[in-house]
């Protein structure tokens, strides 16, 4: 009977278990992260700093996978900078302000006897609960942050930040206040932005084709009507004037007992809508037009004909009808022309007692509506009405249809420094490339920007009015005072206190004929101004990455770009990239009504922040972004081979002083060989990562561990780490390459993988610190030869192996270490193989290699079982025996000193 010499072996002894258990360990290391001020440790690494600012979620709610997916792929760049040396700087904020909150609030109050002032308080109530939750679940998604020093865009300091910049850009011109069409939502009664709209698919508007008598004949032709086109019935109250094309040509058409002037190329349509036919009694230019006025049919007003650019020949009649209160293009006609700015309805959406008493009191987006469209055809003015699809301005938070409406707002001249933001545009980069373009379209479209609201939980304009003429007051003095209340108090003090409190000495006297301003600034200028808060107070401007959805173009990234080009000629930001959205399985938007909803704290309570981490980096995040149960246990199943990877590397260094690692020279040539393919590993993970490529960079790495290392070099490996002494200098050499491995795989994983690598590093034993204090090593292993001739060795190594797995699946042998080789090759084969043969039978994990030299194409392959006897304790087959005991080989008996 032979000897056990199982306790003879080097066995992997590791406390880091197969088993992850992230539920329950994350949270342990969640409290050492907080234990050691990892965002401290991370914040003052090096002299060379990364700064990335960070964009305010609403604090209204729960956080979603959205939220997971913008938090976590900061964190993952953050840490990425972080393990390469650099210091990093984030600092989290909240968008605190605005609609959602005070919506949410309005719900729950019973009563209509409350101040703004309490209403205020109920919203800061609100924001700071949600602050506090949705602090705590981004903490646990792993994401390290300078969480006890926010930025809140409803904090004394950042109001009082914003009210400055308000004040610069308005001391030079770049904001005034004026009556001009806006987006009006009536189902929350304020302006809103560009960036607060939705345009959702399939809106039907009631389209009417509608005739403007001419006041006189034309060329002798009498009963002459101008026929107009509009898809806002609504707005033909408030007509003032039709818009032509100079330079289009339009004719006369006669049907029935009227004659029609229309565009000649858009005749054809009516036509055909009509099914009449409409004969051309008279032809005439645009400009000829011009001299005309005709007799508005509901104001009955006598209104020019004026002319516009804008006109085009895409649809309706070539005629469009003008209401300066209505819209953008009819306003600047209007204020062209110097025409009167009319806007009967007030701010539910209704029809003011300015309008005809039939109309007064409707609602212009429903029964208003109609009612104009009604009386249009009882007085004979209504040719053609049909419905008509197209994309229409909702409000985003209710879901509503928005009408465009003349209101005294606050506005950004954009056009007076647009130029500057294009210049500046060009100056970023853009990830993907393609966004550049898209922003660039976005700002060189961009109208001026309306910045007030009419709310009460917002940041208040810093004005006052005078009572008798509603005139603007406002100085660099009043602003000083105001912001330095703001400072101390807050923005509620704008409510709480006297008029008299916010004016300088010298003008007190001025109180009792004033009154405060009640408009809010848009929360879009409230998170668009972030930079002068976290930024600009330490010298950080402009920030290296700004990171969001893609919808930001129009949001924050673009608000952000105006205002502080506006006060600094600069962009805030160096790089700024995008992600899509995040949809199910089969590419839907997530909602409770569909049931695809993923919530990301049963994915958090079941598996672990780190499978979340691993799906974030492991999607190609620039477009839309998939998830559902069967993506997360794809996800989990490589996670799963990493950690053993991680697992047993752990397990076979545990036996290893650090201290007397090998340099790379002293390594023996397969050692050398793996740290140079890790290296050219590292370098494709480090382009990726900085490319913000996180799907590719971690591809190279579950490649590179999968084959390279695990099913190559550790696999090989093996017979020395378990078999050979641990004094040996092979196992030393090894042992050196697999710490090395570890600890740049570790630190590689890191910014992904951050739970698991810390928990790897502290089962190391190498460090009593994080892993986080360590980084990448900046050099990469390189010798070229010896990386050829391993790359030859293992070309020849495959025809063999399938040729071993044939005699395996046939049960003539159990594995490769029972395979004799015949090899028969050319002369330069045979050559390269004899000079190196132990290398290559090494690779190959057999018994014997025997070579033949003759003239053939191809290697020839034979593989036979060995008659060699099994070494009990290594379980290689050789003829090389012990002399002390025949049941072991020769080398055993070396490794064990017998």
């Not at 703004?116 to 994401?143: P, T, W």
């Not at 409707?362 to 053609?384: F, I």
């Not at 917002?458 to 400072?487: A, R």
């Not at 003090?493 to 109180?511: G, N």
Request: aromatic share 12%; with cysteine; charged share 25%.
């Amino acid at each position: 009977m032979s000897k056990d010499y199982n306790e003879t072996l080097n066995l992997p002894k590791t406390d880091f278990s197969m088993r992850a258990n992230l539920p329950n360990n994350e949270p342990d290391l969640l409290s050492y992260w907080d234990s050691i001020n990892l965002y401290g440790i991370l914040s003052n690494k090096s002299g060379e700093k990364f700064e990335l600012h960070d964009g305010p979620p609403f604090a209204n709610g729960k956080i979603h996978i959205g939220h997971c997916l913008n938090k976590i792929l900061k964190d993952i760049i953050l840490k990425f900078n972080s393990v390469q040396g650099r210091s990093i700087a984030y600092t989290p904020g909240w968008d605190c302000h605005g609609l959602p909150i005070e919506h949410q609030v309005s719900k729950k109050i019973k009563t209509k006897d409350i101040t703004k002032l309490e209403i205020r308080n109920l919203c800061e109530d609100f924001a700071m609960n949600f602050v506090n939750s949705q602090r705590d679940e981004f903490k646990r998604l792993g994401v390290i942050s300078d969480w006890d020093n926010p930025y809140l865009t409803m904090s004394p300091v950042f109001e009082s930040n914003q009210i400055r910049v308000f004040s610069e850009m308005y001391f030079k011109g770049y904001i005034y206040r004026g009556l001009k069409p806006v987006n009006w939502s009536p189902s929350s009664q304020t302006a809103l932005a560009e960036a607060e709209l939705e345009y959702p698919e399939n809106h039907i508007s009631k389209s009417v084709y509608v005739k403007f008598n001419l006041q006189e004949n034309l060329k002798e032709i009498e009963n002459v009507s101008l026929l107009i086109w509009t898809t806002t019935p609504w707005t033909l109250p408030a007509n003032k004037a039709v818009s032509v094309n100079k330079n289009f040509t339009y004719g006369i058409y006669e049907l029935e007992n009227e004659n029609l002037i229309i565009e000649t190329s858009l005749s054809k349509i009516i036509e055909d809508k009509l099914g009449k036919s409409l004969r051309k009694v008279h032809e005439l230019m645009g400009q000829d037009l011009l001299s005309f006025q005709y007799i508005s049919p509901i104001s009955n007003e006598l209104c020019p004909v004026l002319e516009a650019d804008y006109v085009t020949r895409e649809n309706g009649t070539g005629l469009v009808h003008t209401a300066p209160g209505h819209g953008t293009d009819d306003y600047m006609t209007g204020v062209k022309n110097n025409i009167n700015i009319f806007s009967p309805v007030d701010k539910y959406g209704k029809f003011t007692d300015e309008v005809p008493e039939r109309f007064q009191g409707l609602n212009v987006l429903k029964e208003g509506n109609q009612e104009v469209v009604n009386y249009l055809s009882e007085v004979n003015h209504l040719l053609l009405q049909e419905d008509y699809n197209h994309k229409y301005p909702y409000d985003w938070r209710t879901g509503k249809p928005t009408i465009f409406r003349s209101t005294y707002q606050w506005f950004s001249s954009v056009d007076k420094f647009k130029l500057n933001a294009l210049d500046e545009i060009n100056k970023v980069s853009w990830y993907p490339t393609s966004s550049i373009k898209r922003i660039s379209n976005m700002v060189s479209q961009r109208s001026d920007w309306c910045i007030s609201r009419q709310r009460s939980w917002g940041l208040p304009i810093p004005v006052f009015y005078y009572k008798d003429s509603n005139d603007v007051f406002i100085n660099e003095e009043t602003i000083s005072q105001i912001c330095e209340i703001f400072e101390k108090e807050g923005s509620s003090s704008w409510w709480s206190r006297d008029i008299a409190d916010f004016l300088p000495f010298e003008y007190k006297k001025l109180a009792n004929e004033l009154v405060k301003g009640t408009d809010t600034l848009d929360v879009w200028f409230d998170s668009g101004t972030s930079w002068k808060t976290v930024l600009d107070s330490k010298d950080s401007l402009p920030a290296d990455l700004y990171l969001e959805g893609n919808d930001q173009h129009r949001g924050w990234f673009q608000s952000s770009l105006l205002t502080c080009v506006a006060v600094n000629s600069i962009s805030p930001y160096k790089s700024v990239l995008t992600h899509g959205f995040v949809v199910d399985s089969k590419g839907q938007k997530m909602s409770k009504s569909k049931n695809n909803v993923i919530d990301p704290q049963k994915i958090i309570n079941s598996s672990g922040a780190d499978i979340l981490r691993l799906w974030v980096a492991s999607e190609d995040y620039s477009s839309e972004i998939r998830i559902s149960d069967s993506i997360i246990e794809g996800i989990k199943d490589k996670y799963k081979k990493l950690r053993n990877t991680l697992r047993f590397l752990l397990g076979n260094i545990s036996d290893f002083d650090y201290s007397n690692k090998f340099n790379f020279d002293h390594l023996e040539e397969f050692d050398k060989w793996i740290l140079i393919k890790l290296s050219k590993m590292k370098m494709k993970y480090i382009e990726s990562f900085n490319n913000y490529s996180f799907h590719n960079g971690i591809s190279h790495v579950l490649n590179f561990t999968a084959n390279d290392l695990s099913s190559i070099y550790l696999d090989i490996q093996k017979d020395i780490l378990y078999t050979f002494s641990s004094k040996s200098k092979v196992r030393l050499s090894c042992q050196s390459a697999l710490f090395i491995l570890f600890k740049e795989i570790s630190l590689m994983l890191a910014p992904v993988l951050s739970f698991t690598a810390e928990e790897a590093w502290k089962s190391s034993k190498v460090s009593d610190e994080t892993i986080f204090n360590e980084t990448l090593f900046l050099d990469n292993f390189h010798e070229d030869e010896l990386e050829k001739k391993w790359d030859k060795i293992f070309s020849y190594r495959e025809p063999v192996l399938k040729e071993i797995e044939l005699l395996r699946s046939e049960k003539i042998i159990g594995s490769s270490l029972e395979a004799d080789i015949l090899l028969n090759c050319n002369k330069q084969d045979y050559i390269f193989l004899s000079e190196n043969l132990d290398n290559f039978q090494k690779s190959l994990m057999v018994a014997k290699v025997d070579l033949v030299e003759e003239e053939v194409d191809d290697l020839k392959v034979a593989v036979n079982k060995t008659i060699f006897p099994k070494c009990v304790r290594c379980w290689n087959y050789t003829d090389l025996r012990s002399d002390v005991d025949p049941n072991i080989c020769s080398k055993c008996q070396a490794q064990l000193n017998l």
